[in-house]
């Protein structure tokens, strides 16, 4: 199993061009989400989905989406991008998510630097 | 504010010595409590995940403690390696799956 893989690993925009961050897992688990890590701070969380088809947002959504279509692919979509979007990006999968007591795995990131 | 408070920031250690990381959290309510690892420039790795009614839960030389009735948690690292530069996160669930709040981590640094 490759487990959690996200696309590109680093990336530099311009302030207002769109992109999409990739990330897919190969261990059919339905719950994936999107964090941020800033320096000094803890992830947050930005938008998640418990299966296809069904998303929410998280704790800081604004200038993101997000679709599923399929249990392994969960894009993250940014509409124009800006400065404050600059941070390290991880996508994390577990298997379940009712009850919240089952393993996350992230990917490796991707390191995004907007001018 | 944040919701989980991690002490200290950073600390450095021989290798070969133990050290204990503290988390406080305010989060409620209150579902879970995992602590992860995460390397320099990769993704964080679960090491440990407690219920409120478990006390302690142990992966190799990492010891985690908890308190609900204090909201306190601590891990313990035993025998520390040099692998063991890392930060570790404690990270604390509420009842909603998509709600985790993050600490913003201890950075361990083992120096030989």
């Known amino acids: 199993n490759a487990g959690v893989t996200q696309t590109p690993k680093f990336q530099v925009l311009k302030t207002g061009q769109s992109m999409t961050l990739q990330c897919a897992q190969d261990?059919?688990?339905?719950?994936m989400s999107w964090y941020r890590q800033d320096p000094g701070m803890g992830l947050r969380l930005i938008h998640y989905?418990?299966?296809?088809?069904?998303?929410d947002q998280g704790e800081v959504p604004n200038g993101y989406n997000v679709s599923r279509s399929t249990t392994e692919d969960f894009p993250l979509r940014l509409l124009s991008a800006a400065p404050s979007q600059t941070s390290v990006y991880f996508c994390?999968?577990?298997?379940?998510?009712?009850?919240?007591?089952?393993?996350?795995?992230f990917g490796p990131g991707t390191r995004l630097t907007v001018l | 504010k944040n919701q989980v408070e991690q002490s200290p920031q950073s600390l450095i250690i021989l290798e070969g010595k133990n050290c204990t990381l503290q988390?406080?959290?305010?989060?409620?309510?209150?579902?879970?409590l995992r602590w992860y690892k995460q390397d320099t420039g990769r993704g964080p790795v679960s090491l440990t995940i407690?219920?409120?009614?478990?006390n302690t839960k142990s992966n190799g030389r990492y010891t985690a403690t908890l308190d609900a009735d204090t909201k306190q948690s601590s891990l313990h690292i035993t025998a520390s390696q040099l692998s063991d530069s890392a930060s570790y996160i404690c990270?604390?669930?509420?009842?909603?799956?998509?709600?985790?709040?993050f600490g913003a981590g201890t950075q361990v640094v083992v120096t030989p």
């Open positions: 988390c406080n959290y305010t989060v409620s309510p209150f579902s879970n």
């Open positions: 407690m219920t409120f009614s478990e």
């Open positions: 994390a999968s577990s298997y379940g998510g009712r009850l919240g007591y089952d393993t996350q795995y």
């Open positions: 990270v604390v669930s509420p009842d909603s799956w998509g709600k985790l709040q």
């Open positions: 989905s418990v299966g296809a088809g069904i998303t």
């Open positions: 261990m059919n688990h339905e719950y």
